[in-house]
């Protein structure tokens, strides 16, 4: 069995790291390069640093702090926000990034895609789709938003999805701005259709406001969609923010927890 990973997510905006609510109300929560070290030492599987400002400027300021994470934390690194060309993708990874994401500029030009798989291999390829639920007739639908969570693209989550993968996209960043914040939990549903659509990992993020959120996301469950009451694959792992930023979890107990409901996870 495949252990379940647990990523804290620090969002990083001039050089500190902050988290709003369903993309709004942004509040500074601490250093960054503090956050990595103490999520580093309690167990994080991964660390995902987003520059939420997507500058010229606040770019050049995320990459000096995962210069200086990556000099101390072991632990694979991934980094996206502003990366618009193959030469924002190599800075980052000069930078001691081990997989750059990308939303918007991917939705822009998805040849960009391919570009980075063709670069870097498919496994630094991180595909982040920002989601959320929009009218569809009869039909539950979620649409693909770009400009950190402002623009309705009109594109379809789940067959954005699917296009990415077979550009190059190696893993799925799938963040549900409904529940983004909110604590109260993880948009399953969505989470299990984009499991069912794609072949490679999938991050689950948005939500996480207890541990038993965290340990159901992960873990496989029954679901209508699926075919002769099959079960729905659990995600591949678990981003958190605010739980472990305020000091209301932390990871080890997270895992402690996950374990005891039934989830393989790394120790």
């Not at 001039?14 to 999520?39: N, S």
């Not at 799938?174 to 948009?187: F, M, P, R, V």
């Not at 340990?215 to 739980?243: I, K």
């Amino acid at each position: 069995m495949q252990a379940k990973r647990i990523i804290p997510c620090l969002d990083v905006d001039d050089g500190k790291v902050v988290k709003g609510i369903k993309f709004e109300g942004i509040k500074d929560v601490g250093d960054p390069v503090e956050l990595a070290r103490r999520y580093n030492d309690d167990g994080a599987d991964e660390l995902t640093f987003l520059d939420i400002g997507a500058s010229y400027k606040s770019r050049a300021t995320l990459l000096d702090v995962v210069k200086k994470v990556a000099e101390e934390v072991f632990i694979p690194l991934c980094v996206g926000g502003g990366i618009r060309v193959i030469s924002d993708m190599r800075d980052a990874m000069n930078a001691g990034a081990d997989k750059v994401a990308v939303c918007t500029s991917a939705l822009s030009r998805p040849e960009l895609l391919r570009e980075m798989a063709a670069s870097y291999g498919s496994q630094c390829v991180v595909l982040s789709i920002d989601a959320k639920r929009v009218q569809g007739g009869n039909d539950l639908r979620w649409n693909a938003f770009s400009h950190g969570g402002r623009t309705d693209t009109g594109i379809d989550a789940i067959e954005w999805a699917v296009k990415a993968v077979e550009l190059g996209a190696g893993e799925i960043l799938l963040n549900s701005i409904d529940a983004d914040g909110t604590g109260a939990g993880y948009d399953l549903e969505l989470t299990r259709r984009i499991l069912k659509a794609v072949p490679v990992p999938v991050i689950a993020s948005g939500g996480a406001g207890t541990l038993d959120q965290i340990a159901c996301v992960l873990l496989s469950t029954a679901s209508s969609e699926m075919e002769n009451g099959a079960e729905a694959p659990g995600a591949d792992a678990a981003l958190v923010a605010s739980l472990l930023h305020f000091e209301k979890t932390t990871i080890k107990e997270i895992k402690k927890h996950a374990e005891a409901k039934g989830v393989c996870v790394r120790w």
